[in-house]
Protein backbone atom coordinates (compact mmCIF):
# COMPACT_ATOMS: atom_id res chain seq x y z
CA UNK A 1 0.00 0.00 0.00
CA UNK A 2 0.90 3.27 -0.52
CA UNK A 3 1.71 6.05 1.52
CA UNK A 4 -0.56 9.15 2.30
CA UNK A 5 2.11 11.34 3.02
CA UNK A 6 6.18 10.23 2.76
CA UNK A 7 8.40 13.18 3.67
CA UNK A 8 12.21 12.84 3.74
CA UNK A 9 14.46 15.50 5.17
CA UNK A 10 11.28 18.11 4.28
CA UNK A 11 12.16 21.47 4.38
CA UNK A 12 10.85 24.93 3.44
CA UNK A 13 12.98 28.47 4.26
CA UNK A 14 11.36 31.88 3.66
CA UNK A 15 14.19 34.13 3.10
CA UNK A 16 16.34 33.60 6.26
CA UNK A 17 13.82 31.88 8.16
CA UNK A 18 12.97 27.88 8.00
CA UNK A 19 9.01 27.53 8.40
CA UNK A 20 9.46 23.73 7.96
CA UNK A 21 12.98 21.96 8.73
CA UNK A 22 14.20 18.54 8.42
CA UNK A 23 10.98 16.91 8.71
CA UNK A 24 10.75 13.04 8.17
CA UNK A 25 7.34 11.81 8.11
CA UNK A 26 5.52 8.47 6.96
CA UNK A 27 2.09 8.12 7.41
CA UNK A 28 -0.28 5.14 5.35
CA UNK A 29 -2.50 5.31 3.16
CA UNK A 30 -6.24 5.13 5.06
CA UNK A 31 -5.44 7.54 7.89
CA UNK A 32 -6.68 10.34 9.39
CA UNK A 33 -3.94 12.13 10.54
CA UNK A 34 -3.87 15.10 13.04
CA UNK A 35 -1.48 17.61 12.45
CA UNK A 36 -1.61 19.78 15.61
CA UNK A 37 1.17 22.58 17.18
CA UNK A 38 1.51 25.81 18.02
CA UNK A 39 0.93 29.07 15.77
CA UNK A 40 3.42 29.66 13.24
CA UNK A 41 4.59 25.83 13.82
CA UNK A 42 4.79 24.94 10.48
CA UNK A 43 1.52 23.32 10.39
CA UNK A 44 0.38 25.62 6.67
CA UNK A 45 3.58 24.75 5.16
CA UNK A 46 3.68 21.14 5.64
CA UNK A 47 -0.10 20.96 4.16
CA UNK A 48 0.69 23.78 1.46
CA UNK A 49 4.24 21.28 0.76
CA UNK A 50 1.62 18.50 0.54
CA UNK A 51 -0.99 19.91 -2.17
CA UNK A 52 1.84 21.93 -4.19
CA UNK A 53 1.06 24.94 -3.63
CA UNK A 54 4.73 25.43 -2.17
CA UNK A 55 7.78 24.07 -3.27
CA UNK A 56 10.16 22.12 -0.92
CA UNK A 57 13.58 24.10 -0.42
CA UNK A 58 15.16 20.69 0.48
CA UNK A 59 14.36 17.44 0.87
CA UNK A 60 11.26 15.45 -0.69
CA UNK A 61 7.81 14.97 0.32
CA UNK A 62 5.26 12.38 -1.65
CA UNK A 63 1.31 12.24 -1.54
CA UNK A 64 0.13 8.76 -2.39
CA UNK A 65 2.77 8.31 -4.28
CA UNK A 66 2.93 11.20 -6.62
CA UNK A 67 4.57 14.49 -6.24
CA UNK A 68 2.57 17.06 -5.09
CA UNK A 69 0.74 19.17 -7.61
CA UNK A 70 2.29 17.48 -10.46
CA UNK A 71 -0.01 16.85 -13.14
CA UNK A 72 -4.02 16.42 -13.48
CA UNK A 73 -3.97 12.93 -12.05
CA UNK A 74 -2.11 13.93 -8.88
CA UNK A 75 -4.23 17.16 -8.54
CA UNK A 76 -7.60 15.21 -9.03
CA UNK A 77 -6.31 12.63 -6.18
CA UNK A 78 -5.31 15.25 -3.28
CA UNK A 79 -7.97 17.92 -2.36
CA UNK A 80 -7.51 21.19 -0.24
CA UNK A 81 -9.26 23.16 1.35
CA UNK A 82 -7.24 26.34 2.32
CA UNK A 83 -7.04 27.71 5.63
CA UNK A 84 -9.49 31.25 4.44
CA UNK A 85 -11.49 28.39 2.62
CA UNK A 86 -11.58 30.82 -0.19
CA UNK A 87 -14.51 31.28 -2.26
CA UNK A 88 -15.10 33.71 -5.40
CA UNK A 89 -17.20 36.22 -4.03
CA UNK A 90 -19.32 37.06 -6.88
CA UNK A 91 -20.14 33.43 -7.78
CA UNK A 92 -23.59 32.07 -6.68
CA UNK A 93 -23.61 28.67 -4.65
CA UNK A 94 -24.80 26.87 -7.98
CA UNK A 95 -21.72 28.63 -9.47
CA UNK A 96 -19.43 26.91 -7.26
CA UNK A 97 -21.02 23.82 -7.60
CA UNK A 98 -20.78 24.05 -11.42
CA UNK A 99 -17.28 25.22 -11.42
CA UNK A 100 -16.25 21.68 -9.08
CA UNK A 101 -18.19 19.66 -11.96
CA UNK A 102 -16.37 21.05 -14.83
CA UNK A 103 -13.46 21.27 -13.50
CA UNK A 104 -13.18 17.24 -11.77
CA UNK A 105 -13.76 14.42 -13.35
CA UNK A 106 -14.52 12.56 -10.53
CA UNK A 107 -17.22 15.01 -9.45
CA UNK A 108 -20.03 13.60 -6.99
CA UNK A 109 -23.08 16.31 -8.21
CA UNK A 110 -25.54 14.46 -5.87
CA UNK A 111 -22.84 14.34 -2.85
CA UNK A 112 -22.77 18.55 -3.18
CA UNK A 113 -26.76 19.45 -3.94
CA UNK A 114 -27.34 17.13 -1.05
CA UNK A 115 -25.00 19.28 1.42
CA UNK A 116 -25.46 22.38 0.09
CA UNK A 117 -29.45 21.46 1.01
CA UNK A 118 -28.99 19.94 4.54
CA UNK A 119 -26.68 23.19 4.86
CA UNK A 120 -29.62 25.45 4.15
CA UNK A 121 -27.94 27.60 1.34
CA UNK A 122 -29.60 29.19 -1.33
CA UNK A 123 -27.89 28.26 -4.45
CA UNK A 124 -28.55 31.40 -6.23
CA UNK A 125 -27.17 33.54 -3.41
CA UNK A 126 -23.70 35.37 -4.27
CA UNK A 127 -20.75 33.85 -1.84
CA UNK A 128 -20.27 37.71 -0.46
CA UNK A 129 -23.45 37.04 1.02
CA UNK A 130 -22.96 34.27 3.27
CA UNK A 131 -21.49 34.03 6.56
CA UNK A 132 -18.05 33.23 7.12
CA UNK A 133 -19.16 29.63 8.55
CA UNK A 134 -21.11 29.04 5.13
CA UNK A 135 -18.61 30.10 2.93
CA UNK A 136 -16.41 27.35 4.83
CA UNK A 137 -18.98 24.94 4.36
CA UNK A 138 -18.84 25.73 0.89
CA UNK A 139 -15.38 25.15 0.09
CA UNK A 140 -15.21 22.28 2.29
CA UNK A 141 -18.51 20.94 0.09
CA UNK A 142 -16.46 21.54 -3.06
CA UNK A 143 -13.30 19.86 -1.29
CA UNK A 144 -15.36 16.59 -0.41
CA UNK A 145 -17.66 16.06 -3.71
CA UNK A 146 -14.51 16.34 -5.78
CA UNK A 147 -14.02 12.72 -4.59
CA UNK A 148 -10.19 13.12 -3.98
CA UNK A 149 -8.47 9.88 -2.28
CA UNK A 150 -6.92 12.23 0.18
CA UNK A 151 -8.04 15.68 1.41
CA UNK A 152 -5.68 17.90 3.26
CA UNK A 153 -7.77 20.79 5.36
CA UNK A 154 -6.06 23.32 7.02
CA UNK A 155 -8.21 24.35 10.09
CA UNK A 156 -11.17 23.30 8.33
CA UNK A 157 -13.60 23.94 11.28
CA UNK A 158 -12.01 27.20 12.68
CA UNK A 159 -14.76 29.21 11.75
CA UNK A 160 -17.44 26.86 12.16
CA UNK A 161 -19.73 26.93 15.40
CA UNK A 162 -19.73 23.47 17.22
CA UNK A 163 -23.03 21.83 15.93
CA UNK A 164 -21.58 22.35 12.48
CA UNK A 165 -18.51 21.38 13.16
CA UNK A 166 -19.88 18.02 14.20
CA UNK A 167 -21.90 17.48 11.35
CA UNK A 168 -18.85 18.31 9.24
CA UNK A 169 -16.07 15.57 11.08
CA UNK A 170 -19.34 13.45 10.97
CA UNK A 171 -19.51 13.87 6.98
CA UNK A 172 -16.15 13.73 6.68
CA UNK A 173 -15.84 9.95 8.60
CA UNK A 174 -18.73 8.97 6.38
CA UNK A 175 -16.73 9.78 3.12
CA UNK A 176 -13.05 8.08 5.02
CA UNK A 177 -15.92 4.58 5.99
CA UNK A 178 -17.56 4.80 2.51
CA UNK A 179 -15.02 5.60 0.18
CA UNK A 180 -11.53 4.94 1.89
CA UNK A 181 -11.03 8.79 1.93
CA UNK A 182 -7.41 9.53 3.37
CA UNK A 183 -7.24 12.89 5.22
CA UNK A 184 -4.49 15.22 6.55
CA UNK A 185 -6.08 18.26 8.76
CA UNK A 186 -4.35 20.24 11.27
CA UNK A 187 -6.85 21.63 14.13
CA UNK A 188 -6.46 23.62 17.35
CA UNK A 189 -9.33 21.37 18.81
CA UNK A 190 -7.56 18.18 20.15
CA UNK A 191 -11.01 16.67 21.35
CA UNK A 192 -12.45 17.05 17.68
CA UNK A 193 -8.73 15.01 16.45
CA UNK A 194 -9.19 12.49 19.16
CA UNK A 195 -12.86 11.85 17.75
CA UNK A 196 -11.67 11.91 14.46
CA UNK A 197 -7.99 11.02 13.33
CA UNK A 198 -5.84 7.94 14.03
CA UNK A 199 -2.65 9.52 13.44
CA UNK A 200 -1.14 12.41 14.27
CA UNK A 201 1.76 14.72 14.10
CA UNK A 202 2.83 17.13 16.85
CA UNK A 203 4.75 19.91 15.02
CA UNK A 204 6.51 22.34 17.20
CA UNK A 205 8.99 25.17 16.00
CA UNK A 206 9.35 24.49 12.53
CA UNK A 207 9.91 20.43 13.30
CA UNK A 208 8.70 17.08 13.96
CA UNK A 209 7.92 16.69 17.86
CA UNK A 210 5.89 13.63 17.94
CA UNK A 211 4.10 11.65 15.12
CA UNK A 212 2.52 7.92 15.15
CA UNK A 213 -0.39 5.78 15.37
CA UNK A 214 -2.81 7.81 18.40
CA UNK A 215 -3.67 4.17 19.81
CA UNK A 216 0.61 3.76 19.95
CA UNK A 217 1.41 6.66 21.16
CA UNK A 218 -1.43 6.47 23.99
CA UNK A 219 0.05 2.83 25.13
CA UNK A 220 3.43 4.34 25.37
CA UNK A 221 3.34 7.82 27.17
CA UNK A 222 2.72 7.61 30.88
CA UNK A 223 1.62 9.70 33.84
CA UNK A 224 4.16 8.69 37.02
CA UNK A 225 3.17 9.99 40.47
CA UNK A 226 4.85 8.60 43.52
CA UNK A 227 7.62 9.80 46.63
CA UNK A 228 9.56 12.66 45.34
CA UNK A 229 12.81 11.56 43.29
CA UNK A 230 15.00 13.31 40.59
CA UNK A 231 13.93 11.93 36.94
CA UNK A 232 17.64 11.56 36.44
CA UNK A 233 17.75 8.24 38.39
CA UNK A 234 15.06 6.71 35.64
CA UNK A 235 15.72 4.22 32.87
CA UNK A 236 17.25 4.97 29.93
CA UNK A 237 14.53 3.78 28.29
CA UNK A 238 12.03 6.22 29.66
CA UNK A 239 12.02 9.49 28.34
CA UNK A 240 10.76 12.71 30.78
CA UNK A 241 8.61 14.70 28.78
CA UNK A 242 7.70 16.95 31.79
CA UNK A 243 8.47 16.87 35.69
CA UNK A 244 6.79 18.37 38.32
CA UNK A 245 7.54 18.38 42.13
CA UNK A 246 5.96 19.04 45.82
CA UNK A 247 8.00 18.25 48.72
CA UNK A 248 7.16 14.82 48.58
CA UNK A 249 5.84 13.45 45.82
CA UNK A 250 6.74 13.60 41.75
CA UNK A 251 4.11 13.55 39.35
CA UNK A 252 6.24 12.61 35.51
CA UNK A 253 4.72 12.49 32.31
CA UNK A 254 7.44 9.88 30.14
CA UNK A 255 7.36 8.25 26.62
CA UNK A 256 8.41 5.03 27.29
CA UNK A 257 8.36 1.29 24.98
CA UNK A 258 9.00 -0.75 27.53
CA UNK A 259 6.48 -1.74 30.58
CA UNK A 260 6.80 0.21 33.33
CA UNK A 261 7.95 -2.14 36.62
CA UNK A 262 8.99 0.02 39.51
CA UNK A 263 6.51 -0.42 42.32
CA UNK A 264 7.20 3.30 43.64
CA UNK A 265 5.40 4.92 40.63
CA UNK A 266 1.59 4.64 39.99
CA UNK A 267 1.37 4.75 36.67
CA UNK A 268 -1.89 6.14 34.81
CA UNK A 269 -2.71 5.97 31.61
CA UNK A 270 -2.44 9.82 29.22
CA UNK A 271 -5.54 11.04 26.84
CA UNK A 272 -4.40 12.49 23.95
CA UNK A 273 -4.75 16.32 25.39
CA UNK A 274 -2.56 15.31 28.16
CA UNK A 275 0.10 14.01 25.60
CA UNK A 276 0.00 17.12 23.25
CA UNK A 277 -0.35 19.61 26.06
CA UNK A 278 3.03 18.13 27.43
CA UNK A 279 4.83 18.08 24.24
CA UNK A 280 3.07 22.05 23.50
CA UNK A 281 4.39 23.14 26.83
CA UNK A 282 8.32 21.49 26.81
CA UNK A 283 10.43 24.23 27.05
CA UNK A 284 12.60 24.40 23.62
CA UNK A 285 14.91 21.56 24.25
CA UNK A 286 18.05 21.16 22.52
CA UNK A 287 17.83 19.72 18.57
CA UNK A 288 18.97 16.26 19.80
CA UNK A 289 16.29 15.39 21.82
CA UNK A 290 13.98 16.52 19.41
CA UNK A 291 15.15 14.01 16.87
CA UNK A 292 15.01 10.77 19.23
CA UNK A 293 11.28 11.54 19.90
CA UNK A 294 10.35 12.19 16.30
CA UNK A 295 11.52 8.79 15.19
CA UNK A 296 8.96 7.36 17.29
CA UNK A 297 6.21 5.61 14.73
CA UNK B 1 -12.14 25.70 -17.94
CA UNK B 2 -14.25 27.21 -21.18
CA UNK B 3 -17.17 27.73 -18.90
CA UNK B 4 -15.42 28.97 -15.62
CA UNK B 5 -13.66 31.56 -17.77
CA UNK B 6 -16.60 33.09 -19.64
CA UNK B 7 -18.37 33.30 -16.07
CA UNK B 8 -15.50 35.23 -14.57
CA UNK B 9 -15.24 37.24 -17.80
CA UNK B 10 -19.27 37.99 -18.72
CA UNK B 11 -19.12 41.45 -16.51
CA UNK B 12 -16.01 43.12 -18.53
CA UNK B 13 -17.33 41.79 -21.38
CA UNK B 14 -20.85 43.28 -21.43
CA UNK B 15 -19.43 46.36 -20.55
CA UNK B 16 -17.10 46.64 -23.55
CA UNK B 17 -19.20 44.47 -25.85
CA UNK B 18 -22.07 47.02 -25.05
CA UNK B 19 -19.68 50.10 -25.92
CA UNK B 20 -18.84 48.70 -28.78
CA UNK B 21 -22.49 47.78 -29.60
CA UNK B 22 -22.82 51.72 -28.98
CA UNK B 23 -20.48 52.36 -31.46
CA UNK B 24 -21.49 50.32 -34.12
CA UNK B 25 -25.20 52.33 -33.94
CA UNK B 26 -23.83 55.54 -34.14
CA UNK B 27 -21.73 54.48 -36.81
CA UNK B 28 -24.23 52.66 -39.08
CA UNK B 29 -26.71 55.98 -38.63
CA UNK B 30 -23.88 58.09 -40.12
CA UNK B 31 -22.22 56.32 -42.31
CA UNK B 32 -24.26 55.74 -45.39
CA UNK B 33 -25.25 59.47 -44.97
CA UNK B 34 -21.20 60.48 -45.12
CA UNK B 35 -21.32 58.13 -48.45
CA UNK B 36 -23.80 59.95 -49.96
CA UNK B 37 -22.40 63.39 -48.92
CA UNK B 38 -18.78 61.87 -50.51
CA UNK B 39 -20.80 61.32 -53.54
CA UNK B 40 -22.61 64.99 -54.04
CA UNK B 41 -20.26 67.01 -52.57
CA UNK B 42 -17.28 66.92 -54.46
CA UNK B 43 -13.86 68.76 -53.60
CA UNK B 44 -15.83 70.22 -50.72
CA UNK B 45 -16.83 67.08 -49.06
CA UNK B 46 -13.96 66.88 -46.35
CA UNK B 47 -14.69 70.52 -45.55
CA UNK B 48 -18.23 69.92 -45.00
CA UNK B 49 -18.06 66.55 -43.29
CA UNK B 50 -16.16 68.14 -40.74
CA UNK B 51 -17.93 71.07 -40.43
CA UNK B 52 -20.96 68.75 -39.88
CA UNK B 53 -21.31 68.35 -35.88
CA UNK B 54 -22.82 65.17 -35.74
CA UNK B 55 -20.15 63.62 -38.39
CA UNK B 56 -16.68 65.05 -36.64
CA UNK B 57 -18.33 63.93 -33.29
CA UNK B 58 -18.95 60.29 -34.31
CA UNK B 59 -15.32 60.50 -36.26
CA UNK B 60 -13.39 61.71 -32.71
CA UNK B 61 -15.43 59.32 -30.61
CA UNK B 62 -14.84 56.06 -32.82
CA UNK B 63 -10.93 57.09 -33.47
CA UNK B 64 -10.12 57.38 -29.01
CA UNK B 65 -12.41 54.13 -28.64
CA UNK B 66 -10.12 52.33 -30.99
CA UNK B 67 -7.04 54.02 -29.64
CA UNK B 68 -8.09 53.24 -26.20
CA UNK B 69 -9.98 49.60 -26.23
CA UNK B 70 -6.65 47.85 -26.24
CA UNK B 71 -5.68 50.01 -22.83
CA UNK B 72 -9.18 49.24 -21.48
CA UNK B 73 -8.86 45.49 -22.47
CA UNK B 74 -5.65 45.28 -20.45
CA UNK B 75 -6.37 46.68 -17.31
CA UNK B 76 -9.84 45.38 -16.97
CA UNK B 77 -9.21 42.18 -18.65
CA UNK B 78 -5.79 41.49 -18.29
CA UNK B 79 -4.38 42.68 -15.12
CA UNK B 80 -7.17 41.03 -12.76
CA UNK B 81 -6.62 37.65 -14.80
CA UNK B 82 -4.36 36.25 -12.21
CA UNK B 83 -4.09 39.07 -9.52
CA UNK B 84 -7.35 38.96 -8.30
CA UNK B 85 -7.13 35.18 -7.85
CA UNK B 86 -3.74 36.17 -6.18
CA UNK B 87 -5.30 38.70 -4.11
CA UNK B 88 -8.66 37.46 -3.21
CA UNK B 89 -6.70 33.90 -2.11
CA UNK B 90 -9.57 32.19 -4.60
CA UNK B 91 -6.24 30.94 -6.38
CA UNK B 92 -6.25 28.18 -3.38
CA UNK B 93 -9.42 27.30 -4.28
CA UNK B 94 -8.93 26.82 -8.50
CA UNK B 95 -5.81 25.74 -8.67
CA UNK B 96 -6.53 22.98 -6.54
CA UNK B 97 -9.14 21.63 -9.10
CA UNK B 98 -8.01 18.70 -11.16
CA UNK B 99 -6.17 21.07 -13.38
CA UNK B 100 -3.69 21.96 -14.15
CA UNK B 101 -2.47 25.77 -13.36
CA UNK B 102 -1.18 25.96 -16.71
CA UNK B 103 -4.08 24.84 -18.22
CA UNK B 104 -6.29 26.83 -16.44
CA UNK B 105 -3.86 30.16 -17.59
CA UNK B 106 -3.71 28.96 -21.31
CA UNK B 107 -7.53 28.04 -21.60
CA UNK B 108 -7.99 31.93 -20.24
CA UNK B 109 -5.17 33.51 -22.05
CA UNK B 110 -6.60 31.72 -25.06
CA UNK B 111 -10.33 32.76 -25.11
CA UNK B 112 -9.94 35.98 -23.28
CA UNK B 113 -7.34 36.46 -25.67
CA UNK B 114 -9.36 36.02 -28.61
CA UNK B 115 -12.73 37.95 -27.45
CA UNK B 116 -9.75 41.17 -26.69
CA UNK B 117 -9.10 40.58 -30.23
CA UNK B 118 -12.44 40.35 -32.01
CA UNK B 119 -13.41 43.68 -29.49
CA UNK B 120 -10.70 45.02 -31.47
CA UNK B 121 -11.07 43.75 -34.70
CA UNK B 122 -14.70 45.15 -34.45
CA UNK B 123 -14.11 48.34 -33.89
CA UNK B 124 -11.08 49.13 -36.20
CA UNK B 125 -12.63 47.41 -39.22
CA UNK B 126 -16.00 49.31 -38.47
CA UNK B 127 -13.93 52.72 -38.12
CA UNK B 128 -12.34 51.68 -41.22
CA UNK B 129 -15.61 51.25 -43.02
CA UNK B 130 -17.21 54.45 -42.05
CA UNK B 131 -14.36 56.57 -42.62
CA UNK B 132 -13.45 54.56 -46.33
CA UNK B 133 -15.09 57.99 -48.37
CA UNK B 134 -12.74 60.13 -45.76
CA UNK B 135 -10.00 58.36 -46.58
CA UNK B 136 -10.33 58.22 -50.52
CA UNK B 137 -11.17 62.17 -50.52
CA UNK B 138 -7.63 62.53 -48.56
CA UNK B 139 -5.50 60.56 -50.83
CA UNK B 140 -6.97 62.40 -53.88
CA UNK B 141 -6.52 65.58 -53.03
CA UNK B 142 -4.09 67.29 -51.24
CA UNK B 143 -5.90 67.16 -47.95
CA UNK B 144 -7.65 70.22 -46.86
CA UNK B 145 -7.76 71.98 -42.94
CA UNK B 146 -10.30 70.45 -41.74
CA UNK B 147 -10.87 68.04 -38.66
CA UNK B 148 -11.67 64.93 -40.45
CA UNK B 149 -8.03 65.66 -43.45
CA UNK B 150 -5.70 63.83 -41.14
CA UNK B 151 -4.18 60.93 -43.81
CA UNK B 152 -4.97 57.60 -42.27
CA UNK B 153 -1.35 57.40 -42.62
CA UNK B 154 -0.03 59.53 -40.14
CA UNK B 155 0.61 58.08 -36.42
CA UNK B 156 -2.22 58.74 -34.12
CA UNK B 157 -5.03 58.15 -36.74
CA UNK B 158 -2.98 55.10 -37.68
CA UNK B 159 -3.60 53.37 -34.90
CA UNK B 160 -7.56 54.22 -34.57
CA UNK B 161 -8.59 51.72 -37.76
CA UNK B 162 -7.36 49.08 -39.71
CA UNK B 163 -6.38 45.50 -38.29
CA UNK B 164 -3.27 47.23 -36.01
CA UNK B 165 -5.82 47.10 -33.23
CA UNK B 166 -6.06 43.80 -32.81
CA UNK B 167 -2.51 43.07 -32.35
CA UNK B 168 -2.55 46.17 -29.77
CA UNK B 169 -5.31 44.44 -27.90
CA UNK B 170 -3.47 41.11 -27.81
CA UNK B 171 -0.64 42.61 -26.41
CA UNK B 172 -2.41 44.93 -23.91
CA UNK B 173 -4.23 41.77 -22.56
CA UNK B 174 -1.06 39.64 -22.32
CA UNK B 175 0.91 42.75 -20.60
CA UNK B 176 -1.81 43.26 -18.24
CA UNK B 177 -2.08 39.37 -17.43
CA UNK B 178 1.64 39.12 -16.94
CA UNK B 179 2.47 42.26 -15.26
CA UNK B 180 -0.71 40.46 -12.43
CA UNK B 181 1.36 37.62 -12.14
CA UNK B 182 4.16 40.05 -11.04
CA UNK B 183 2.73 42.17 -9.20
CA UNK B 184 0.12 40.26 -7.26
CA UNK B 185 -2.36 42.95 -6.77
CA UNK B 186 -5.11 43.81 -8.70
CA UNK B 187 -5.05 47.63 -8.73
CA UNK B 188 -1.31 48.35 -8.98
CA UNK B 189 -1.23 46.18 -11.61
CA UNK B 190 -3.49 47.92 -13.42
CA UNK B 191 -1.52 51.09 -13.05
CA UNK B 192 1.17 49.32 -14.36
CA UNK B 193 -0.55 48.38 -17.25
CA UNK B 194 -1.85 51.08 -18.44
CA UNK B 195 1.42 52.82 -17.48
CA UNK B 196 3.65 50.47 -19.56
CA UNK B 197 0.84 50.38 -22.71
CA UNK B 198 0.78 54.11 -22.80
CA UNK B 199 4.56 53.99 -23.22
CA UNK B 200 4.94 51.49 -25.87
CA UNK B 201 1.94 52.82 -27.51
CA UNK B 202 3.64 56.62 -27.96
CA UNK B 203 7.08 55.03 -28.42
CA UNK B 204 6.30 52.69 -31.66
CA UNK B 205 4.91 55.41 -33.79
CA UNK B 206 7.99 57.19 -32.90
CA UNK B 207 10.75 54.51 -33.42
CA UNK B 208 9.55 51.31 -34.54
CA UNK B 209 7.01 51.54 -37.22
CA UNK B 210 9.09 53.53 -40.19
CA UNK B 211 11.93 49.98 -39.34
CA UNK B 212 9.05 47.95 -40.15
CA UNK B 213 8.18 48.84 -43.77
CA UNK B 214 11.32 51.26 -44.75
CA UNK B 215 10.10 54.49 -46.02
CA UNK B 216 10.29 55.92 -49.31
CA UNK B 217 13.60 59.11 -50.30
CA UNK B 218 12.51 60.81 -52.75
CA UNK B 219 14.25 63.92 -54.36
CA UNK B 220 12.67 66.76 -56.32
CA UNK B 221 13.45 69.79 -58.32
CA UNK B 222 11.69 73.07 -56.30
CA UNK B 223 9.60 75.25 -57.78
CA UNK B 224 7.57 78.27 -57.36
CA UNK B 225 4.31 76.49 -57.00
CA UNK B 226 5.77 73.78 -54.99
CA UNK B 227 7.51 76.32 -52.56
CA UNK B 228 5.31 76.95 -49.80
CA UNK B 229 7.52 78.54 -47.69
CA UNK B 230 10.46 79.68 -44.98
CA UNK B 231 11.86 78.43 -42.31
CA UNK B 232 15.04 80.55 -40.70
CA UNK B 233 16.12 83.16 -38.06
CA UNK B 234 14.04 86.23 -39.49
CA UNK B 235 14.11 87.99 -42.42
CA UNK B 236 17.32 87.88 -44.64
CA UNK B 237 17.34 92.05 -44.50
CA UNK B 238 17.15 92.30 -40.72
CA UNK B 239 20.43 89.70 -40.27
CA UNK B 240 18.47 86.61 -40.02
CA UNK B 241 19.41 83.46 -42.50
CA UNK B 242 17.44 80.84 -44.07
CA UNK B 243 17.29 77.39 -42.60
CA UNK B 244 15.22 75.49 -44.91
CA UNK B 245 12.70 75.85 -47.54
CA UNK B 246 9.08 74.01 -47.29
CA UNK B 247 7.92 72.59 -49.83
CA UNK B 248 4.81 70.41 -50.72
CA UNK B 249 5.20 67.02 -50.86
CA UNK B 250 3.13 65.76 -54.27
CA UNK B 251 1.62 62.80 -52.19
CA UNK B 252 -1.47 62.72 -51.16
CA UNK B 253 -1.93 61.15 -47.94
CA UNK B 254 1.55 60.41 -47.01
CA UNK B 255 3.09 60.40 -43.53
CA UNK B 256 6.16 63.08 -44.23
CA UNK B 257 8.83 61.92 -42.04
CA UNK B 258 11.52 64.22 -42.91
CA UNK B 259 11.66 67.05 -45.81
CA UNK B 260 15.80 68.42 -46.22
CA UNK B 261 16.78 71.32 -48.77
CA UNK B 262 20.07 69.73 -50.49
CA UNK B 263 22.27 72.08 -52.60
CA UNK B 264 23.63 71.23 -55.83
CA UNK B 265 26.32 68.75 -53.93
CA UNK B 266 23.94 66.59 -52.88
CA UNK B 267 24.24 67.73 -49.21
CA UNK B 268 21.94 69.24 -46.90
CA UNK B 269 21.94 72.85 -46.42
CA UNK B 270 21.53 74.63 -43.31
CA UNK B 271 22.09 78.30 -44.39
CA UNK B 272 20.71 79.02 -47.59
CA UNK B 273 21.18 82.19 -50.13
CA UNK B 274 19.44 85.09 -48.58
CA UNK B 275 18.79 86.08 -52.41
CA UNK B 276 16.15 83.08 -51.98
CA UNK B 277 13.90 86.81 -50.39
CA UNK B 278 12.68 87.10 -54.14
CA UNK B 279 10.68 84.36 -53.13
CA UNK B 280 8.71 85.72 -50.81
CA UNK B 281 5.74 87.45 -51.37
CA UNK B 282 6.05 90.64 -52.45
CA UNK B 283 5.94 93.36 -49.77
CA UNK B 284 3.55 95.60 -51.14
CA UNK B 285 0.46 93.27 -50.83
CA UNK B 286 -1.33 91.98 -54.09
CA UNK B 287 0.99 92.84 -56.94
CA UNK B 288 0.09 93.46 -60.66
CA UNK B 289 -0.16 89.91 -62.33
CA UNK B 290 2.89 91.41 -64.22
CA UNK B 291 4.83 91.73 -61.32
CA UNK B 292 4.11 88.46 -59.56
CA UNK B 293 4.96 87.19 -62.90
CA UNK B 294 8.39 88.48 -63.12
CA UNK B 295 9.18 87.83 -59.03
CA UNK B 296 8.52 84.41 -59.72
CA UNK B 297 11.02 83.96 -62.97
CA UNK B 298 13.74 85.84 -60.50
CA UNK B 299 12.78 83.37 -57.92
CA UNK B 300 12.68 80.06 -60.09
CA UNK B 301 16.47 80.94 -61.42
CA UNK B 302 18.09 81.77 -58.02
CA UNK B 303 16.65 78.32 -56.80
CA UNK B 304 18.02 76.57 -60.34
CA UNK B 305 21.17 79.08 -60.06
CA UNK B 306 22.20 77.35 -56.69
CA UNK B 307 20.67 73.68 -57.53
CA UNK B 308 18.43 73.55 -54.60
CA UNK B 309 16.33 70.59 -54.88
CA UNK B 310 14.01 68.79 -51.59
CA UNK B 311 14.54 65.61 -49.78
CA UNK B 312 11.74 64.26 -48.73
CA UNK B 313 11.86 60.55 -46.42
CA UNK B 314 8.05 59.56 -45.94
CA UNK B 315 5.35 56.35 -45.94
CA UNK B 316 3.54 56.43 -48.90
CA UNK B 317 -0.28 55.97 -48.95
CA UNK B 318 0.44 52.77 -50.41
CA UNK B 319 2.39 51.73 -47.52
CA UNK B 320 -0.74 52.12 -45.57
CA UNK B 321 -1.75 48.12 -45.55
CA UNK B 322 1.97 46.89 -45.28
CA UNK B 323 2.23 48.58 -42.43
CA UNK B 324 -0.73 47.92 -40.74
CA UNK B 325 -0.25 43.84 -41.45
CA UNK B 326 4.34 44.45 -39.99
CA UNK B 327 2.69 46.18 -36.99
CA UNK B 328 -0.37 43.75 -36.22
CA UNK B 329 2.47 40.61 -36.59
CA UNK B 330 4.91 42.40 -34.14
CA UNK B 331 2.56 43.09 -31.76
CA UNK B 332 0.98 39.03 -31.97
CA UNK B 333 4.20 38.11 -31.62
CA UNK B 334 5.25 40.32 -28.74
CA UNK B 335 1.83 39.02 -26.81
CA UNK B 336 2.57 35.60 -27.75
CA UNK B 337 6.00 35.88 -25.50
CA UNK B 338 4.45 37.92 -22.86
CA UNK B 339 1.97 34.77 -22.78
CA UNK B 340 4.63 32.56 -22.17
CA UNK B 341 6.10 34.54 -19.62
CA UNK B 342 3.02 34.68 -17.70
CA UNK B 343 2.72 30.70 -18.23
CA UNK B 344 6.51 30.24 -16.87
CA UNK B 345 5.72 32.85 -14.09
CA UNK B 346 2.62 30.89 -12.63
CA UNK B 347 4.22 27.71 -11.85
CA UNK B 348 6.72 29.52 -9.28
CA UNK B 349 3.70 30.83 -8.06
CA UNK B 350 2.63 29.83 -4.59
Redesign the interface.
Known sequence: MTALLRARGLGKRYRRRWALSDCTLDVPAGSVVGLVGPNAAGKSTLL?LA?G???PTAGEIEVLGGRPGS??AQ??RV????Q?S??????SVA?HL???A?????WDDALARDRIRRLGLDANSRASALSGGQRAQL?LT??LA?RPAALVLDEPVASLDPLARRAFLQDLMEAVAEHGLSVLMSSHLISDLERTCDHLVVLIGAQVAVAGDIEHLLATHHRLSGPRRDPATLPANQHVLSASHTERQSTLLVRTEQPIHDPSWTVTPLNLEDLVLAYLSRPPAEDGSRRVLAAVR | ?T??TW??LR?QAVTVFGALVGLAVALAVTGPRLAHLADIAGDDFLNLAGANRADSWTYDVGCVVVLALPAVIGMFWGAPLVARELE???H?????????RT?WLATKLALTGLAAMVAAAAAGLAMTWWCGPVDQAVSATHGGAGPLSTARMTPVVFDARGVVAIGYAAFAFALGVTVGAFVRRTVPAMAVTLALFVAVQIAVPLTVRTHLVPPRRDTVTITPSSLEGFRGTGPPSGGGHIDALIVALDHPGAWLLSARTIGADGRVVTNLSSTLAVCLPPPDGRPSPERAEAYRRTCDAEIAKHGYRQRFTYEPAGHYWPLQGAETGLFLTLAAALAGLSLWRIRRL?
Open positions: NVTLTGALAGFVAAPVYPRLDRLGRLNPGALGK | MWLRQAAGTQLVWQQSVTRS
